[in-house]
């Protein structure tokens, strides 16, 4: 590993613990996996007193009213994907293109440093560690939910399936936040744009009924499936391939979001006419 590179990493990493961001954000995604079957099972009881006094929520009550722990897991995974994805885009801001309207790498690239000890580290960082956060979130859940709830229907290599593909899903849209932000120095619309993509994509899908397997952009509603149908942790072979081939070609536009990434500060001309290095200085 090159000193660029090491140093770049060292950077990152001082960025997102040092300002405590990934704190923050660990914070939000453990807090909302705990509190998923939480309301679940409130709602649960809720209905249940409306149905005492005369109320018809019948329909409303088979939503709600699950005592099993794939139950609260698969909620989970929703809120853990979409809420937890929008804090953590909004909170690497200046990861993603955010440090380039204050100049910041104008002197170190006059200086000599190169576009991939700039990009980099910061794919080492981030997307790692949205898969990471995913990971503890969905476990999170699936303790509470054992608390909660009267049937543990899900083992832990099942689990363990749910938190991976989930944060899958997660590294996706900060790798593309990361390739739009660099790339076009504009964080703000490249957050807007992944959030935006990020939920209205997996609806689009929803809708159509179209098959999640095989569809990066749709990850999300197979971890949910997963879960919710608690599958044995042997599954068969052709599902297991299916679902090896989806993460497969989720990490293949994560590679490619970096190369365009690279490609693009490669492009890109420092012009130094107006004094920038002094002024910075």
Same mark, same amino acid.
């Given at each position: 590993?090159?000193?660029?590179?090491?140093?770049?990493?060292?950077?990152?990493?001082?960025?997102?613990?040092?300002?405590?961001?990934?704190?923050?954000?660990?914070?939000?995604?453990?807090?909302?996996?705990?509190?998923?079957?939480?309301?679940?099972?409130?709602?649960?009881?809720?209905?249940?007193?409306?149905?005492?006094?005369?109320?018809?929520?019948?329909?409303?009550?088979?939503?709600?009213?699950?005592?099993?722990? #794939?139950? !609260?897991? $698969? *909620?989970?995974?929703?809120? %853990?994907? /979409? +809420?937890?994805?929008?804090?953590? @885009? =909004?909170?690497?801001?200046?990861?993603?293109?955010?440090?380039?309207?204050?100049?910041?790498?104008?002197?170190?690239?006059?200086?000599?440093?190169?576009?991939?000890?700039?990009?980099?580290?910061?794919?080492?960082?981030?997307?790692?560690?949205?898969?990471?956060?995913?990971?503890?979130?969905?476990?999170? #859940?699936? !303790?509470? $939910? *054992?608390?909660?709830?009267? %049937?543990? /229907? +899900?083992?832990?290599?099942?689990? @363990? =399936?749910?938190?991976?593909?989930?944060?899958?899903?997660?590294?996706?849209?900060?790798?593309?936040?990361?390739?739009?932000?660099?790339?076009?120095?504009?964080?703000?619309?490249?957050?807007?744009?992944?959030?935006?993509?990020?939920?209205?994509?997996?609806?689009?899908?929803?809708?159509?009924?179209?098959?999640?397997?095989?569809?990066?952009?749709?990850?999300?509603?197979?971890?949910?499936?997963?879960?919710?149908?608690?599958?044995?942790?042997?599954?068969?072979?052709?599902?297991?391939?299916?679902?090896?081939?989806?993460?497969?070609?989720?990490?293949?536009?994560?590679?490619?979001?970096?190369?365009?990434?690279?490609?693009?500060?490669?492009?890109?001309?420092?012009?130094?006419?107006?004094?920038?290095?002094?002024?910075?200085?």
């Amino acid at each position: 590993m090159s000193i660029q590179i090491k140093a770049g990493l060292k950077k990152e990493l001082m960025a997102f613990c040092r300002t405590r961001k990934f704190l923050v954000i660990a914070l939000v995604m453990i807090g909302l996996a705990a509190l998923s079957p939480i309301l679940i099972t409130a709602m649960g009881s809720l209905m249940s007193s409306m149905g005492d006094i005369g109320v018809d929520v019948s329909e409303i009550t088979d939503v709600f009213g699950g005592s099993a722990t #794939s139950v !609260g897991v $698969s *909620a989970s995974v929703s809120d %853990v994907r /979409d +809420l937890g994805l929008i804090v953590f @885009l =909004l909170l690497i801001y200046r990861a993603a293109g955010g440090e380039q309207k204050k100049r910041a790498v104008i002197i170190p690239k006059s200086a000599g440093l190169r576009s991939l000890g700039y990009i980099f580290p910061k794919y080492i960082v981030y997307p790692p560690a949205a898969l990471l956060l995913s990971i503890i979130a969905i476990f999170a #859940s699936w !303790g509470i $939910s *054992a608390m909660i709830f009267s %049937v543990n /229907d +899900l083992t832990f290599d099942t689990v @363990l =399936l749910v938190g991976i593909l989930t944060g899958v899903s997660m590294m996706l849209y900060v790798s593309f936040h990361l390739a739009l932000g660099t790339a076009t120095g504009k964080a703000g619309l490249s957050a807007a744009v992944c959030i935006g993509a990020s939920l209205i994509l997996p609806n689009v899908f929803a809708l159509s009924g179209s098959d999640y397997m095989l569809n990066p952009f749709a990850i999300e509603i197979l971890a949910a499936q997963l879960a919710q149908l608690a599958v044995h942790p042997e599954l068969s072979a052709s599902a297991a391939r299916d679902i090896a081939l989806t993460v497969g070609f989720a990490v293949l536009l994560m590679v490619l979001s970096f190369l365009i990434a690279l490609f693009a500060q490669n492009a890109k001309r420092i012009d130094n006419t107006d004094d920038e290095i002094s002024k910075a200085l």
